[in-house]
């Protein structure tokens, strides 16, 4: 009997659904599609119907997880317009990955556990491009306005901030760092904004 699209749709989600428990319990290379499948009562087959390798079921993964942040961070944070703005940001997507069981998954898998191909690297960055985008964009306005440094390259400014951010997540994750995550954070981004902001 043929699927309805809702049908296949929830068959989709569900696949999703025991990858990342399962990446996130036993790690990349010791998923295999018979325990995906098997989770969740369908046959190898059913799962390779809808995505051909693990690589598709992680892009699949990072796809949503990013549409979904994305979505949560634009209502936040409208607007980067000031340094604020930026730290309110971060501090944004702190939140959503704390507070959403599965965005939290995902980035500890993505984090800690995953083994990057030169090929998987390139197709996340991306993805996360728009971020570095909007950022640099943001700081350049911010230079214009007087808001901070003008002898200082935009570009870098948001790759040092971004991986600020990731370092600090990452160090949260494994529990190197036991102090709270948005605690930190807030620390890290007045440190690093002490030294952008224009001084008279």
């Known amino acids: ?27 990349y290379s010791k998923t295999t599609f018979e325990e995906i499948s098997a989770r969740i009562n369908l046959t ?25 942040k994305t979505a949560y961070l634009d209502k936040m944070v409208p607007t980067l317009c ?61 230079q214009k306005n007087g808001e901070i440094r003008d002898d200082m390259d935009a570009s870098s400014i948001a790759a040092i901030i971004f991986n600020s951010w990731t370092g600090q997540l990452e160090a949260y994750l494994s529990k190197r760092c036991t102090t709270d995550l948005k605690v930190i954070m807030r620390q890290n981004f007045d440190l690093l904004f002490n030294g952008l902001i224009k001084k008279d």
Do not use: C
């Not at 190898?44 to 979904?68: Q, S």
């Open 82 to 142: 000031h340094l604020e703005d930026i730290q309110r940001h971060f501090l944004a997507a702190a939140d959503y990955i704390l507070n959403d069981e599965n965005a939290l998954k995902l980035t500890f898998f993505l984090a800690l556990q995953m083994e990057w191909s030169q090929s998987t690297i390139t197709k996340v960055m991306e993805k996360i491009s728009r971020y570095y985008y909007q950022l640099t964009n943001a700081l350049i306005l911010m």
């Open 1 to 27: 009997m043929k699927k309805t699209k809702q049908e296949a749709e929830e068959t989709k989600k569900a696949i999703l659904q025991s990858a990342l428990d399962l990446f996130y319990e036993k790690g």
């Open 44 to 68: 190898k087959g059913a799962v390779y119907w809808y995505f051909k390798n693990k690589p598709e079921l992680v892009a699949a993964l990072i796809n949503t997880y990013v549409e979904r």
